[in-house]
């Protein structure tokens, strides 16, 4: 008798690969939307949440109201954060590390945390190091250059920051030895360790067991397989040589 294997067992929706989000420092959200107005604040603290990987800059609006930002790279404490509402801002006074919307964003300019919807408070391009590029204004829309060099179009009234998110270079730093270290960062895929499907046993892996480990042997899944069965060569045209 079989079991699942990982494959199938990584959707199950388990306790196994939940995300502890009561450890994070908190939603990261602008916590305001003052309409056709300006509304200041002060950063006052740089946090860092395990939940995210870049750090978040703790706001203090002029009204009193607080909020979670990632940080934009630069940034310290004491500095004016702005989130800017106003229907027609100059170019000459679009300045970093300021939200805006992105109609009032020039061409060419580096920004981040970028909104799907007006109000969302931001969605994409939230992590460490990386940024957008505004392309172009079409109407209503305004297209920006992805970090995956996709272009996507937004609505213009869709606020970003100015900027580039902070935390970059995190990933550069070498391990030198594979110790404890390196092991925990391992550890960190849900998937690790990964295993080789030929060197399980039969009944934990399609590809299992001695007998099926034959190099020149086609190892096609079935058309309507399920979920974790689709292994090895998934319908291919011909097996063999090309003659």
Known sequence: MGKRIIQQRRGRGTSTYRAHSFRFAGRSAYNAYEKDAT????IIDLV??????APLMKIKYENGREALVPAYEGAKIG???SINHEQKVEAEDVKKGSAY???NIPNGTSIYNIELKPGDSGKIVKAGGSYAVVVGQIKSMTKVLLPSKKEK???SSCRAIVGEIGGAGRLEKPFLKAGLKAMYKAKT??????VSGVAMSAFDHPHGGTRSLRKGRPTISPKNAPPGRKVGMLRPKHTGRNK
Not at 39 to 42: A, F, H, I, K, Q
Not at 189 to 194: A, D, E, R, T, W
């Open 153 to 155: 179009l937004f609505n």
């Open 79 to 81: 500095d004016s954060f």
């Open 189 to 194: 895929n849900k998937l690790f360790p990964v």
């Open 101 to 103: 919307m992105l109609k």
């Open 39 to 42: 509304l200041n604040g002060t």
């Open 48 to 53: 860092h949440s395990r939940g995210h990987s």
